[in-house]
């Protein structure tokens, strides 16, 4: 059965870092593009980055996070980071990771909360 589970989430200050974790079972990890998204009430859910497959993967960004935001992977341990500085208040959200391809996978969400 298909899981993904993350991590890292918590309370931060503006202007400081932060590193989620996603690690994945149940299904051909390195096969899958993987996707950060997030979601804050009264919002949609936005994509924050994205990583593809292949021993060179290209990777996306949102516009409200690029330049501040880095998504990585690791296929020898089906794990999907993304590390996160020069946090704003804005970037509060519960942070879903997301596998896509032939299927498409959800975590359950980490809440990063970015307040002084």
């Known amino acids: 059965q298909a899981q993904l589970v993350e991590s890292g989430g918590g309370l931060v200050q503006p202007g400081g870092s932060l590193s989620l974790s996603c690690a994945a079972s149940?299904?051909?990890?390195?096969?899958?593009?993987m996707r950060w998204y997030r979601q804050s009430p009264g919002k949609e859910r936005e994509l924050v980055a994205a990583?593809?497959?292949?021993?060179?993967?290209?990777?996306i960004y949102g516009d409200s996070v690029r330049g501040r935001f880095t998504i990585s992977r690791d296929n020898a341990k089906n794990t999907v980071s993304l590390q996160m500085n020069s946090l704003k208040p804005e970037d509060t959200a519960v942070y879903y990771c997301?596998?896509?391809?032939?299927?498409?996978?959800w975590g359950q969400g980490t809440q990063v909360t970015v307040s002084s």
């Open positions: 997301n596998a896509y391809d032939t299927n498409e996978y």
């Open positions: 149940g299904f051909p990890f390195s096969s899958y593009t």
């Open positions: 990583i593809t497959t292949g021993r060179l993967p290209f990777k």
